[in-house]
């Protein structure tokens, strides 16, 4: 299990990235989702953050993602990035 | 001389006799900086005036008061052929009980002069005037070059208003206009903001994927066989089109073609060209920028034509109907080419057709430019939500990812292929996107019908449904 | 086949999406000059992921690290290798050193992951006087060892002069690399043109970097792509010369001639080679002839 010990971000607002924010959080994933298609892609993009959490061994944690139509690809790095900043040593 | 100038445009609407019920018209040549169409609907509503139909050539975000207008029912129709995102969002929440019709640029003279939409009083925004009425858009701290649009309002109406800031000595020379159709003249202070009327200069594209599709654009044109001498084009203001006018520029220039014409909306890279000897002249139904109003008011070779003139299907020719090519955009496209351009992804009033039906339907090659997806939407999708400009019209799409070719095209499509160019089946290339984009869930759409889109002949073409969650 | 070679900075999603599609032959995606060094681990993971996710079929792939006298570049050879990117482009190479060291971590990491040696090339970026003197011990020092690529920004600043249009002040480092380059049996890749509007300077730029024997040109803006890719294509005329020296060859071993003639020169090695070259470089655009 990987625990995140200090808030972190990653990406940025910019048209095709998305902001990820997370800090340290309990009893679980607590995941906020803004999206400029939100309506179209709302819950694969959801699916996409709980799963690159889930790799890294993340469990408990607020995160934050506020998507200015990025692809997967693209939420995958900005996820993982954020998880590697936040989390404790070794 | 007093001749026809009126003191107010309370007196003016006065005299002209309107009243509860009637129409009343506008043009679109100061686009987002003018003041005369909420000047005109605020005295009309001071006067105690109710249930107007508004029919202007395109509404803009400035435009926006006309939303209190059809709070207190001062206004409860609208006619256009555009409208922009701020004032289409409050229309796609039903705050107007009569669906908006949508025409085009050349369906709207067209319907006009068939008496389909008897225009009660016109009022005409007029850079420069003389008291009889002759008026220009060439002239004047407002000028906005061709008044193009304003013609059939002229011709047509019942009684025709003239509003300026700028009333010369009679007689005003190099009219657009003639006294013959007008009136009454009112003087006012500004009719419009020149920093909306105008834009300073408009830039080509610096996105990299915009110059990937204005260089295949321009590949296209160069291959499809039309690119000789006596070639005739239109393209539209964007930071793409404007792109693919500058390779296609150069190709020309390289080539030695000089073209007969080029049509539209009017930006100074299209002066560019006619200067730099790629056409012979320039057909100017609007101007888009400072280059092109000194162009039209010097340049000779630079003419102001009407909106009948330009697109109109129900006169006796047109000249789309001798356009050999035009670039045109798209928010969507589906697999049978129909093109959406009057509602954004979620289903919102953002735009209209303009001139993009009746260009598609008179040039010989019509192409859509437009990014594999934007922001993670493909461009291509199954039905279009709004059918803007039906497909049997639209011949080649062409994006970063790849040209589809309308199957009706098969000569077209040999040519492309055979140039070496990246023709994909129009399926392919939505799976293709969709492999990058993931394929996006169909957002629902509300009960309500908002629009109405009328095809240039005056047929009932789709409708536009209210966006759900807003209405 | 690379003719143009496409920087993209590594930490913008909006170009590295669509590097593929921008028309360049191999796309670099840079980790060293356009991301910041508090983004370092953020471009080296997004640009892995777009890598594993994007179709790059068509279009090579080439990370430029950071330099081996940062803190950043074995990490960013741990992230990116595991994509097998065509080539890495090493910054600021210096000394045939400089090549061994990044050679023997790339060698212990392509083991780790079970890739063949030699997998993943290495090319040059030469943009030091340093570079410039050992250019060709910098070649040959490794098998690995691609092509080199002249970096006319940073060396005219070690040069202490200013870098023009023009470029007379990196004519003698041009030269001296495609004579290195070829010496040693590599390629060798221009500086890119850096004025992304002047559609004329990138034309006389490039014409003038193919004339003096470079193998293809990189560029910072996709504008100038179509240009490059023109530029060092073989033309029309080149084509059917490389086919007639084909068919002048095939005739004279007919005929069993030792040697062969054709518009009144001898046909010697070299010619036969540069025509193969021309030839395959045809084929691969699309402009070859069935029957040869």
New interface residues.
């Given amino acids: 299990m990987t625990e995140i010990v200090r808030s972190a971000s ?2 940025t607002m ?4 998305v902001y990820v924010e997370i800090e340290p959080g309990e009893g679980g994933i607590e995941l906020r989702l803004e999206s400029v298609v939100k309506g179209q892609f709302g819950p694969a993009i959801e699916e996409v953050v709980r799963e690159v959490l889930g790799q890294w061994g993340v469990e408990n944690a607020r995160v934050s993602v506020r998507d200015r139509g ?5 939420i ?3 996820v ?2 954020a998880v ?2 936040g989390r404790g040593n070794g | 001389m007093k001749g026809k100038v009126v003191s107010s445009i309370r007196e003016a609407i006065s005299l002209a006799g309107l009243k509860d019920g009637m129409t009343v018209s506008f043009h679109h040549h100061l686009r987002n900086g003018d003041y005369v169409l909420n000047l005109v609907m605020e005295e009309a509503a001071r006067l105690g005036i109710r249930d107007l139909t508004v029919n202007a050539s395109s509404l803009f975000d400035i435009h926006l008061p006309l939303l209190d207008h059809i709070q207190s029912h001062v206004v409860t129709g609208i006619q256009t052929d555009y409208m922009s995102a701020a004032l289409g969002r409050e229309i796609s929440r039903g705050i107007l009980e009569k669906p908006v019709q949508f025409r085009t640029h050349g369906g709207r003279p067209s319907d006009i002069a068939l008496g389909r939409t008897p225009i009660d009083v016109a009022f005409i925004a007029a850079p420069a005037a003389d008291p009889m009425g002759n008026c220009s858009g060439k002239y004047g701290k407002s000028a906005c070059g061709s008044l193009g649009y304003a013609y059939p309002d002229a011709m047509y109406a019942k009684k025709v208003v003239v509003i300026t800031d700028n009333l010369v000595d009679y007689p005003l020379l190099d009219w657009s206009i003639p006294e013959s159709y007008v009136d009454y003249v009112v003087c006012v202070e500004e009719i419009g903001n020149p920093k909306g009327i105008v834009s300073g200069t408009t830039q080509i594209t ?1 996105d ?2 915009g ?2 599709m204005a ?1 295949n654009a321009a590949k296209v044109i160069q291959y499809s066989g039309l690119l000789k001498e006596g070639f005739s084009f239109q393209t539209g203001a964007g930071g793409a089109s404007l792109a693919a006018a500058k390779f296609l520029k ?1 190709i020309m220039l390289r080539q030695q073609i000089q073209g007969s014409f080029g049509l539209g909306g009017i930006t100074g890279y299209m002066v560019d060209m006619l200067q730099a000897g790629c056409f012979r002249s320039l057909l100017d139904v609007q101007c888009f920028d400072l280059k092109a109003v000194e162009s039209i008011r010097t340049d000779p070779r630079h003419q102001e034509i009407s909106a009948m003139h330009y697109a109109s299907p129900s006169h006796r020719s047109a000249v789309v109907d001798s356009l050999d090519v035009v670039i045109l955009g798209a928010t969507e496209i589906d697999t049978d080419f129909n093109v959406n351009v009057h509602t954004d992804s979620a289903g919102s009033i953002m735009g209209g057709s303009g001139g993009h039906s009746d260009t598609a339907a008179g040039a010989k090659l019509a192409m859509i430019i437009a990014p ?1 997806f934007r922001a993670r939407l493909p461009i291509v999708t199954d039905r279009v939500a709004c059918v803007s400009t039906p497909g049997r019209d639209i011949d080649v799409l062409v994006t ?2 790849g040209i589809a070719v309308n199957e009706k095209d098969r000569e077209l499509k040999e040519r492309l292929v055979a140039a ?1 160019l990246p023709v994909l089946d129009i399926h392919e290339l939505k799976e293709k996107a969709e ?2 984009t993931g394929k996006p869930r169909k957002l629902p759409r509300g009960e309500r019908t908002v629009a109405e889109v009328i095809s240039r002949e005056g047929t009932l073409q789709d409708v536009i449904y209210s966006v759900p969650g807003q209405d | 086949m690379r003719r143009s070679l496409l920087f993209l900075p590594g930490n ?4 590295l ?2 590097g593929s ?3 360049s032959d191999a796309v670099i995606f840079d980790l060293e000059d356009a991301v910041s060094p508090a983004e370092k ?2 471009a080296r ?2 640009v ?3 890598m ?4 790059f079929r068509g279009c090579e792939t080439i990370v430029r690290i950071n330099g081996i006298d940062t803190p950043y570049w074995q990490e960013d050879l741990d992230e990116v290798m595991p994509c097998r990117p065509n080539l890495i482009l090493l910054p600021k190479t210096g000394t045939a050193e400089d090549i061994r060291t990044a050679d023997a971590y790339m060698a212990r990491v392509e083991e780790r992951l079970g890739l063949a040696p030699y997998t993943v090339g290495l090319v040059a970026l030469i943009e030091t006087a340093l570079g410039v003197e050992n250019a060709f011990a910098v070649a040959s020092a490794s098998p690995r060892v691609t092509a080199l690529f002249l970096g006319a920004e940073d060396l005219t600043a070690d040069l202490q002069c200013k870098r023009t249009k023009e470029g007379r002040e990196i004519e003698y480092a041009r030269t001296r690399l495609v004579v290195a380059a070829r010496a040693a049996g590599v390629e060798v890749y221009d500086t890119p043109f850096t004025d ?1 509007n002047d ?1 004329e300077g990138i034309e006389v730029d490039a014409l003038h970097a193919k004339a003096l024997g470079f193998t293809g040109k990189a560029s910072i ?3 100038h792509v ?1 240009v490059i890719n023109r530029v060092f294509s073989p033309s029309q005329g080149d084509i059917d010369y490389a086919y007639e020296v084909m068919e002048a060859i095939r005739l004279g071993k007919e005929q069993g001639k030792g040697a062969v003639a054709l518009r009144g020169k001898m046909i010697d090695a070299p010619i036969v080679a540069r025509a193969q070259r021309t030839i395959a470089m045809a084929r691969e655009l ?1 402009l070859g002839r069935e029957e040869a």
């Fill in positions: 990653a990406g910019e048209s095709s990235d990025a692809l997967d690809c693209v995958r790095s900005r993982e990035t590697k900043r | 610096r990299p994927v110059l990937v260089q150069d594999m970063q990812g070496g492999g990058i | 913008t999603p909006n170009m999406i669509n599609c921008l028309g681990d953020a993971i997004l892995r992921n777009t594993t996710y994007m179709d992304v559609d803006s996709p504008r179509e699309g």
